[in-house]
T-cell receptor, first 115, second 115 residues
Framework: DTEVTQTPKHLVMGMTNKKSLKCEQHMGHRAMYWYKQKAKKPPELMFVYSYEKLSINESVPSRFSPECPNSSLLNLHLHALQPEDSALYLC??????????????FGQGTRLTVV | AQSVTQLGSHVSVSEGALVLLRCNYSSSVPPYLFWYVQYPNQGLQLLLKYTSAATLVKGINGFEAEFKKSETSFHLTKPSAHMSDAAEYFCAVRGLTGGGNKLTFGTGTQLKVEL
């Protein structure tokens, strides 16, 4: 199984809503990532969890709250978002190799629209 | 911080022609380098990776890339383009900062394949 599964595929939410994005992998990877991608732009790193601990937070606004309940699951809790937060949210995972982390495997993403 | 630069945001080739997508990295220490492809409304798929083993790396779908330390380059090539190769291509670098767990993308190159 070499898949990273993200749910839901599409999400429309109001600015006062609370929602969560979910990501799951069963490859035994010990690092998981959240990226945000705007149209015609590269993915931008938001958060990294290594061995279930938050290791990188790229100064993301607090209305985005990550959670890693176990080594297979990664959540992104959303609250009071703004329309400019509309984007494709990508989850990825990777495994350590040769002293560094190896290639990242990506999910298909969640297309988020904030209205 | 380590980064990659992709020259040419748009590349157009004829079907059957050589594909050349350029990527240069900035690092005093050879990093891990990757090429990913993204089709519309999908996640990123790994094409190939350089992890300091062979300098000529072969990937999926007939793509390959050569790591040239003297030129700090990792250009992606394919001898004969196919219509199905039309997509967005991202070069990415994983460096030693952030515990070696930061994967940073170039700005991307949109490949168009014409009949």
């Amino acid at each position: 199984d070499t898949e990273v599964t993200q749910t839901p595929k599409h999400l429309v939410m109001g600015m006062t809503n609370k929602k969560s994005l979910k990501c799951e992998q069963h490859m035994g990877h010990r690092a998981m990532y959240w990226y945000k991608q705007k149209a015609k732009k590269p993915p931008e790193l938001m958060f990294v969890y290594s061995y279930e601990k938050l290791s990188i937070n790229e100064s993301v606004p607090s209305r985005f709250s990550p959670e890693c309940p176990n080594s297979s699951l990664l959540n992104l809790h959303l609250h009071a978002l703004q329309p400019e937060d509309s984007a494709l949210y990508l989850c990825a995972s990777s495994q350590p190799t040769g002293g560094l982390w190896g290639e990242a495997f990506f999910g298909q993403g969640t297309r988020l629209t904030v209205v | 911080a380590q980064s990659v630069t992709q020259l040419g945001s748009h590349v157009s080739v004829s079907e059957g022609a050589l594909v050349l997508l350029r990527c240069n990295y900035s690092s005093s220490v050879p990093p891990y380098l990757f090429w990913y492809v993204q089709y519309p409304n999908q996640g990123l798929q790994l094409l190939l990776k350089y992890t300091s083993a062979a300098t000529l790396v072969k990937g999926i779908n007939g793509f390959e890339a050569e790591f040239k330390k003297s030129e700090t380059s990792f250009h992606l090539t394919k001898p004969s383009a196919h219509m199905s190769d039309a997509a967005e291509y991202f070069c990415a670098v994983r460096g030693l900062t952030g515990g070696g767990n930061k994967l940073t993308f170039g700005t991307g190159t949109q490949l168009k394949v014409e009949l």
